[in-house]
């Protein structure tokens, strides 16, 4: 893969925020990253920040099937290894919105 690609596609489970402590335009970079990289994993229709510390998550899949990917995904940046995920029902069912966290501190 040429170097050019291999920055744009890193490798899986490589911390892809580094800064603990980002300013704010780096900060939202990486919640625009985060926003992207988790819309693409298996199971999750769509991941938008509903505010800043809340990334809402559309899903195809049961949370049990998507949560381990979308943690994985956050856990690679530091700065917003805390956020909440609200994780919206699946369309055409009952479900209840859930909220859960990756890491507490």
């Known amino acids: 893969m040429p170097a050019t690609a291999a920055a744009h ?5 490589s911390i892809l ?12 970079q990486y919640r625009r990253e985060l926003a992207q990289n988790v819309g693409r994993q298996t199971g999750v229709l769509s ?3 509903q505010t800043s510390q809340t990334l809402a998550v559309n899903r195809s899949e049961e949370i ?3 949560w ?3 943690c994985t ?5 530091p700065a917003l ?6 994780l919206n029902p699946r369309l055409g069912t009952e479900e ?7 890491a507490t501190s």
């Open 47 to 49: 991941a938008f920040w």
């Open 96 to 102: 209840p919105v859930r909220w859960r966290q990756c």
């Open 81 to 86: 290894r805390t956020v909440r995920i609200q």
């Open 17 to 28: 925020g580094t800064d603990g402590d980002p300013d704010a335009a780096t900060l939202a």
């Open 73 to 77: 995904e956050v856990k690679r940046y």
């Open 9 to 13: 596609h890193p490798a899986a489970g």
């Open 68 to 70: 381990p990917r979308i």
């Open 64 to 66: 049990d099937a998507v």
